[in-house]
């Protein structure tokens, strides 16, 4: 595997994939994005992986966005095809059947604002400095942007932000519902890891089907309670749902077998 992502897995089973391109504050290249992509693809097929990490390496940046220098040369057909790959990976990791949580250490800007909006639940560092400031580089957000910032914060707070190009803190951020929580700098990682290993002590088969019927929510109510209520169903014909409801009538831990 490349060593612009860094995979590592705990014996709890929560994957760290550290981005690391420090000397560009992890800036997403052509070669970046594979290499994002082979790792999901890998943590998928997993088995040891209960829950994933995902955070940027050094301490001033999650993703700063892509290389600027890409964008000069691309034209109608070659800037869909740039647009479209990059929704393709970050599809890749909404679309998950295993939680990833962003470990927003510094700035997530343009592409690193997009990739942690496509992670599942976002921690962010004090420090961290979120925007989509495509716009002022004559271009709009091509990696999800204009989609999933809407669906996380609402469709006026998103046209503000895609609009006028501006950066918001971590505090911001929180006010609007763009991340989970905010921590003090050097807690970052430790608390993202701490949500993670939360969200891996549940029952895996419900993880996953709780995390399938999460994508039905932007679609009509009926639509979304019709898929929440085939998914129900099959949680229930697990091994699973008859050790929660027996650990609990015992008051002890389940032992959980992903079945």
């Given at each position: 595997?490349?060593?612009?992502?860094l995979?590592?897995?705990?014996?709890?089973?929560?994957?760290t994939?550290?981005?690391?391109?420090?000397?560009?504050?992890?800036?997403?290249?052509?070669?970046?994005?594979?290499?994002?992509g082979?790792?999901?693809?890998?943590?998928?097929?997993?088995?040891?992986?209960?829950?994933?990490?995902?955070?940027?390496?050094?301490?001033?940046?999650?993703?700063?966005?892509?290389?600027?220098?890409?964008?000069?040369?691309?034209?109608?057909?070659?800037g869909?095809?740039?647009?479209?790959?990059?929704?393709?990976?970050?599809?890749?990791?909404?679309?998950l059947?295993?939680?990833v949580?962003?470990?927003?250490n510094?700035?997530a800007?343009?592409?690193?604002?997009?990739?942690?909006?496509?992670?599942?639940?976002?921690v962010?560092?004090?420090?961290?400095?979120?925007?989509?400031?495509?716009?002022?580089?004559?271009?709009?957000?091509?990696?999800?942007?204009?989609?999933?910032?809407?669906?996380?914060?609402?469709?006026?707070?998103?046209?503000?932000?895609?609009l006028?190009?501006?950066r918001?803190?971590?505090?911001?951020a929180?006010?609007?519902g763009?991340?989970?929580?905010?921590?003090?700098?050097d807690e970052?990682?430790?608390?993202?890891t701490?949500?993670?290993?939360?969200?891996?002590?549940?029952?895996p088969v419900?993880?996953r089907?709780?995390?399938?019927?999460?994508?039905?929510?932007?679609?009509p109510?009926?639509?979304?309670?019709?898929?929440e209520?085939?998914l129900?169903?099959?949680?229930?014909?697990?091994?699973?749902?008859?050790?929660?409801?027996t650990?609990?009538?015992?008051?002890?831990?389940?032992?959980?077998?992903?079945?």
């Amino acid at each position: 595997m490349s060593d612009l992502v860094l995979y590592s897995v705990a014996d709890d089973g929560i994957l760290t994939l550290t981005i690391n391109r420090p000397d560009k504050l992890n800036a997403l290249s052509h070669d970046l994005l594979t290499a994002l992509g082979e790792a999901f693809e890998r943590a998928k097929d997993d088995e040891a992986v209960k829950a994933v990490v995902l955070t940027g390496a050094g301490t001033k940046s999650f993703v700063a966005g892509a290389d600027i220098g890409q964008f000069s040369d691309l034209d109608a057909e070659s800037g869909q095809h740039f647009a479209e790959r990059g929704q393709r990976v970050f599809d890749q990791i909404a679309q998950l059947p295993k939680a990833v949580v962003a470990a927003v250490n510094g700035y997530a800007l343009g592409g690193g604002c997009e990739l942690a909006m496509a992670c599942h639940l976002r921690v962010a560092s004090e420090k961290a400095i979120f925007g989509q400031p495509e716009v002022g580089l004559g271009i709009i957000p091509g990696y999800g942007g204009t989609q999933r910032l809407p669906r996380l914060v609402g469709l006026g707070v998103a046209t503000e932000l895609v609009l006028t190009g501006a950066r918001i803190g971590a505090d911001r951020a929180y006010q609007i519902g763009l991340v989970n929580q905010v921590v003090p700098h050097d807690e970052t990682l430790a608390a993202a890891t701490k949500m993670a290993q939360s969200i891996a002590a549940q029952a895996p088969v419900a993880v996953r089907l709780t995390l399938e019927a999460l994508r039905h929510s932007d679609r009509p109510l009926a639509d979304g309670q019709e898929a929440e209520a085939k998914l129900f169903g099959q949680a229930c014909a697990t091994d699973d749902v008859r050790e929660g409801a027996t650990a609990f009538l015992e008051k002890r831990r389940p032992a959980w077998s992903g079945r």
